[in-house]
């Protein structure tokens, strides 16, 4: 096969498995080391850069990293990565005097964002530094939009979302809280802005119609509007028996905040087995160790109400049919089954809802009255007018919008600079030895066997006393410590130049996990059968070199398990192999070519 | 060398052999020669050999001189016995243990300058006596651990990193084995394991002395320009005359040989060394033969590989010959053993 082309910006970006797989490309390995080093501030900004809302990430982020971790695949679990953002997070000092300056003289571009959201406070984070005056739009008395009323406070305090959101909002931005827009036709004709960032979510709660919905409104919740209102103390109790119906990370947060509200039976009613669940593992592993019970093969069926009283609900039980690609091929209703409950909340899907934004204005909308947006340029049908967050392609999560805001920041500078949106730097990679001598890397390249850290809690007892005690404490200092070295450091890339190897195996016979194979060439479907060791994972590229100068071999690296030990370089007497970092650019507003001050005159 | 010992990591896929055992329980401690030394893939071949046999580690003897050659003993199956002899006298230590067990598996480690200098009679009176013991020199053509004088085995013209030219012709071990009778004389390249991984599984399991030399390059003193043991001439120059199969006796053979190619020689356990001739005009099988053929060759500068010759060895064989105890010595009962005085008077009666 061709050799492969390194100098590929994405190669080696997805050799560093958790950075390809964050959507803001935070880049991880570096942080952790510098953790490691006890530099948190520093840790803190390399995650900043990338995600924004480090502190809120290190606790409610949906962490894609983490399934993607080489490290799940080399032993059984990842690296906490999640909980050691958190890490730099808490222990990080000052850093504001070390964000990018604001100008004092602006660019004369005003911008519009609605809704003080993740999404939004990205694009703001991203167009101050170059001169833009930004306006924020907030129907709430608070900014942080769902991270504020949508996560309870015993998961992410509220402190936490003040301080960040402050970082962005000190920029200089102006904050309208209390100031619900209700007409973009009044917002863009009477606004007087040069483009719109629309960033409100999706605040609509799916309704479940069922037989008694109307009769029993009074105790049946949809999920996100009661976690809302008890955001905002509007609620602060609960019936004593409490059904969720749904399972997803919403349900987890309502079952888990019902218990603090007094409730003392917490049912989730699942509609599907355990392995359709669309809640993260470790939020149903939180939920159940505070005894809710999830119980499966419930399909709700009506609301039972007696006496004008909510007194329950009937539900089908399912039993399916499942085949061995793990699809269900049927289903059938095998008996029903009466739950008793005093309130119900619906926690079963939320939507983006526009009835403020009229059909005439050029945003076209599809027949599910989903706005039509690029999904690179994040632009709408209408020029100047952008979607970010949930309000652009539905629920997703709090790093999906950071990326949208990021992406979206790009689209209006180019907007506003009176270029076109889709002009944008592409994504680069630089490469650097690590190399300081004989046997020394810069970087810890010894393999820690040390098994994942568990972050403590606080006890069962005290934690339901308040409802925005905090339940995890993150690591302790030995704890993140340890946790640390788990990292394999895979942005140390083993990179290898044919012109340099004399053949004499030495790499081979080192390597600890059989990645490194001399062969002669075939095609990628044959070679990964004749590797030292069977390469397996197609998900994972094989690094193939030019020919060998003496057999005309070709030396093939299965990235798969690669531990980034860098034996195969302190072993190679020629250096043709070297442990080298890759910074990958993952190009910003700010990036874009053209100071905005310049040639907005 | 490195500083940072092997992660005890595996590949998840990591295949077992038949005592459940993978590659890396063969291992034995961190390397200290330099990166890129010969000697360290020819410690990874018997490495993979003997996982590849399924040897028990505790039935296997380690045996070596001085030199960096001799330092690997410790490198490679690190659950054997092993024994760090003098200079060039590792053949005398393999013999005596040999003679005391004949139940395990013995290999000897050694250099040029280790067999071919110091311990040259040591290495003929061990292949005159058959020995039974797998015996591999590990031939870089320098003196390594001195930095880099020229050794036995050193070409007439071949160059040294300082600029001498040897002018002193070459000891070489592999026409010297057959000429002293050796039943098993093999050369190998460090750098081609595909070869060398069944010849150590054959060497081993053969009932006798079993000699392979390795051309393992010295990386630091002698993979230069005008060498004629770096790994740039011996890739050029080394052309594999036989292939042998190693067949342990449980297995079947599954591979199919053209008729008059292939060449079985049996051992005495049953188990078969399969012999594939790469060049027409030669019989490995047939001492004088191989001897010619060999040293033809050598003449014009290439280095024959492959298994040269073999022949089954029973009517010489070290044990028979010597009428060692069939029971290791650490088996026999005390009395048997050491069996006291009167025994003693009796011996000594028969010579006066």
């Not at chain 1, 609301?303 to 399916?320: A, C, I, R």
């Not at chain 1, 044959?526 to 390469?535: C, G, M, Q, V």
């Not at chain 1, 190679?572 to 874009?592: E, R």
């Not at chain 2, 009517?315 to 026999?332: A, I, W």
Request: aromatic content about 8%.
């Amino acid at each position: 096969m061709a050799a492969t082309d390194t100098s590929h910006p994405d190669y080696f970006h997805k050799v560093v498995d958790c950075q390809w797989a964050c959507p803001a490309h935070t880049d991880v390995p570096e942080y952790i080391r510098l953790i490691a080093q006890g530099r948190f501030t520093d840790a803190y900004l390399v995650n900043r850069r990338s995600n924004v809302f480090p502190g809120i990430l290190g606790r409610v982020c949906d962490r894609p990293c983490e399934p993607a971790c080489r490290r799940g695949r080399v032993e059984e679990k990842p690296v906490a990565i999640c909980r050691l953002k958190r890490v730099a997070a808490d222990h990080k000092d000052e850093f504001r005097d070390r964000l990018p300056a604001i100008p004092a003289q602006k660019n004369g571009k005003r911008i519009a964002c609605i809704g003080a959201g993740c999404a939004s406070l990205t694009v703001a984070n991203d167009l101050m530094p170059l001169g833009y005056e930004v306006t924020i739009f907030e129907q709430f008395a608070v900014a942080g939009g769902l991270m504020r009323t949508n996560i309870p406070s015993f998961r992410l305090p509220g402190s936490v979302i003040d301080e960040e959101i402050a970082a962005i909002v000190d920029m200089g931005v102006d904050l309208r809280l209390g100031h619900r827009i209700e007409s973009m036709r009044k917002l863009l004709e009477e606004g007087g802005f040069d483009a719109v960032f629309v960033g409100s979510g999706a605040p609509k709660g799916k309704e479940l119609d069922l037989p008694g919905r109307q009769e029993g409104a009074a105790n049946i919740h949809i999920g996100i509007t009661w976690l809302e209102s008890i955001a905002f103390e509007h609620i602060k109790t609960v019936g004593e028996k409490v059904l969720i119906i749904g399972v997803g990370n919403t349900a987890m947060d309502c079952c888990r905040s019902s218990l603090r509200l007094g409730a003392k039976s917490v049912k989730v009613m699942a509609r599907k087995p355990r392995q359709f669940f669309k809640a993260s593992e470790w939020e149903l592993e939180d939920a159940e160790a505070e005894s809710v019970e999830i119980i499966i093969n419930r399909s709700p069926k009506s609301f039972v109400v007696e006496g004008g009283k909510l007194k329950g609900m009937m539900f089908d039980v399912m039993e399916y049919e499942v085949d061995a690609r793990g699809r269900i091929t049927a289903e059938r209703v095998a008996s029903e089954e009466f739950q008793p409950a005093d309130d119900v909340i619906l926690a079963i899907g939320q939507e983006n809802a526009f009835p403020w934004i009229e059909r005439d204005l050029g945003i076209e909308f599809d027949k599910w009255e989903v706005p039509k947006v690029d999904p690179v340029t994040h632009e709408s049908t209408r020029k100047g007018v952008f979607f970010g967050g949930d309000a652009a392609f539905g629920p997703k999560n709090i790093i999906w919008s950071v990326e949208h805001g990021h992406q979206a920041a790009i689209s209006i500078h180019q907007h506003c600079m009176g270029k076109p949106v889709s002009e944008r730097l592409p994504p680069g990679v630089n490469l650097q030895s690590r190399k300081m001598g004989m046997h020394e890397w810069s970087y810890n390249n010894d393999y820690s066997g040390i098994e994942r850290r568990l972050v403590p809690h606080v006890s069962l007892k005290e934690r339901f006393k308040k409802i925005d005690i905090e339940v995890e404490l993150g690591f302790t200092a030995e704890q993140a410590a340890a946790e640390v070295q788990r990292c394999l450091n895979c942005d140390v890339q083993t990179v290898f130049d044919a012109k340099l190897c004399i053949e004499c195996d030495a790499c081979i016979d080192i390597c600890p996990v059989d990645c490194l194979t001399m062969t002669p060439d075939g095609e990628e479907a044959d070679l990964r059968t004749r590797l030292k060791a069977p390469a397996q994972n197609v998900t994972q590229a094989l690094y193939v070199s030019a020919p060998l100068k003496f057999t005309g071999r070709v030396m093939v690296k299965d990235e798969d398990v690669c531990v980034h030990c860098g034996l195969c370089a302190e072993r190679c007497p020629t250096a043709a192999w070297d442990m080298q970092k890759s910074w990958v650019k993952w190009p910003h507003a700010v990036d874009q070519p053209a100071p905005a001050t310049e040639a907005a005159r | 060398m490195t500083y940072i010992p092997k992660p005890k990591i595996a590949h998840p896929s990591l295949p077992r052999n038949e005592l459940g055992l993978t590659r890396r329980d063969y291992e034995g401690a961190l390397s200290t020669l330099c990166a890129g030394c010969g000697h360290d893939s020819i410690t990874a071949a018997i490495i993979e050999a003997s996982w590849g046999i399924s040897l028990r580690p505790e039935n296997l003897v380690k045996l070596s001189g001085i030199g960096c050659s001799s330092k690997t003993t410790a490198y490679f199956v690190g659950g054997a016995h092993g024994f760090n002899s003098v200079h060039g006298r590792m053949p005398s230590i393999a013999m005596g243990a040999n003679a005391a067990n004949r139940d395990l598996y013995y290999i000897g480690i050694s250099g040029d300058g280790d067999s071919l200098s110091i311990g040259l009679g040591q290495f003929c009176h061990a292949i005159r006596r058959n020995v039974d013991m797998l015996y591999i020199i590990e031939n870089n053509g320098v003196y390594g651990l001195t930095k880099g004088q020229f050794s036995a085995s050193a070409d007439i013209g071949t160059k040294a990193k300082k600029g001498d030219v040897n002018q002193q012709p070459p000891i070489d071990p592999v026409l010297l084995a057959m000429n002293l009778g050796a039943g098993f004389v093999a050369r190998s390249f460090s750098g081609d394991k595909k070869q060398l991984v069944p010849l150590i599984q054959a060497g081993l399991e053969y009932p006798g002395f079993a000699l392979i030399d390795v051309l393992s390059p010295c990386v630091t003193f002698n993979d230069h320009d005008g060498s004629t043991k770096s790994y740039q001439y011996t890739r050029e120059h080394y052309e594999p005359v036989v292939e042998a199969d190693f067949v342990p006796f449980q297995r079947e053979i599954t591979t199919d040989y053209a008729a008059g190619e292939a060449v079985p020689v049996m051992l005495h356990d049953g188990s078969r060394v399969v012999l594939r001739k790469l060049a027409e005009a030669y019989d490995p099988t047939d001492a004088h033969a191989a001897y010619d053929y060999v040293q033809q060759h050598i003449a014009k500068g290439e280095y024959l590989t492959g298994l040269l010759h073999c022949r089954p060895t029973t009517d010489t064989e070290f044990h028979g010959l010597n009428r060692t105890p069939e029971q290791p010595l650490n088996q026999l009962p005390f009395g048997k053993l050491v069996p006291g005085a009167k025994a003693l008077e009796k011996v000594l009666a028969r010579y006066r």
